[in-house]
T-cell receptor, first 118, second 112 residues
């Protein structure tokens, strides 16, 4: 199946700094990528939908100025957590849909990034 | 908006026993995905169901989608310690973008 990678897998940063997380589709082109956040004992929550070449669509309650998303190419989307605070500590997962196989509705997930803000 | 309810929230079974995890939607499902997650790790795709009444199996795991496409079950036969983890169901809301919504997960522990 298709592969999605994320980098870094783990990151620790100080409060007030910014962190960039990369999401890459390795063997297919993804015009749309999704960013999810997982809270302890809760489900994955969609943060935003990233479209190549256009502005991301953010879910209600997600601060677009804090979570900057850039989808510069068909294989790369980045999530930048700006001015990070301890409450931003979480597990962030990206996913990409391979539109080449639209009928199968398959969506591929990255391995996730564990962000810890101290 | 669509919501997914998973039950049970957690499950402890003896190795070798069978178990079932349920996922119920408030609306008709366009696509239902089952994933397994180890704590702090990414999602491992298990199965995807689309058609009412559909059933798929992989090794000792069987997933079913009911005829009304609002409920799915994941059944594990003769559980093993390697089956331990968090099982998440995800649903395609049918929107043009194709994002998924998820249940809260079921934590499975298998006692050797």
């Amino acid at each position: 199946g298709a592969v999605v990678s994320q980098h870094p897998s783990r990151v620790i940063c100080k409060s007030g700094t910014s962190v960039k997380i990369e999401c890459r589709s390795l063997d297919f082109q993804a015009t749309t990528m999704f960013w999810y956040r997982q809270f302890p004992k809760k489900s994955l929550m969609l943060m935003a939908t990233s479209n190549e070449g256009s502005k991301a669509t953010y879910e209600q309650g997600v601060e677009k100025d804090k979570f900057l998303i850039n989808h510069a190419s068909l294989t790369l989307s980045t999530l930048t957590v700006t001015s990070a605070h301890p409450e931003d500590s979480s597990f962030y997962i990206c996913s990409a849909r391979d539109w080449g196989f639209r009928d199968t509705y398959e969506q591929y997930f990255g391995p996730g990034t564990r962000l810890t803000v101290t | 908006s669509q919501e997914l309810e998973q039950s049970p929230q957690s499950l402890i079974v003896q190795e070798g026993k069978n178990l079932t995890i349920n996922c119920t939607s408030s609306k008709t499902l366009y696509g239902l995905y089952w994933y397994k997650q180890k704590y702090g790790e990414g999602l491992i795709f298990l199965m995807m169901l689309q058609k009412g009444g559909e059933e798929k199996s992989h090794e000792k795991i069987t997933a079913k989608l009911d005829e009304k496409k609002q409920q799915s079950s994941l059944h594990i036969t003769a559980s093993q310690p390697s089956h331990a983890g968090i099982y998440l169901c995800g649903a395609d809301e049918g929107g043009s973008q194709g994002n998924l919504i998820f249940g809260k997960g079921t934590k499975l522990s298998v006692k050797p």
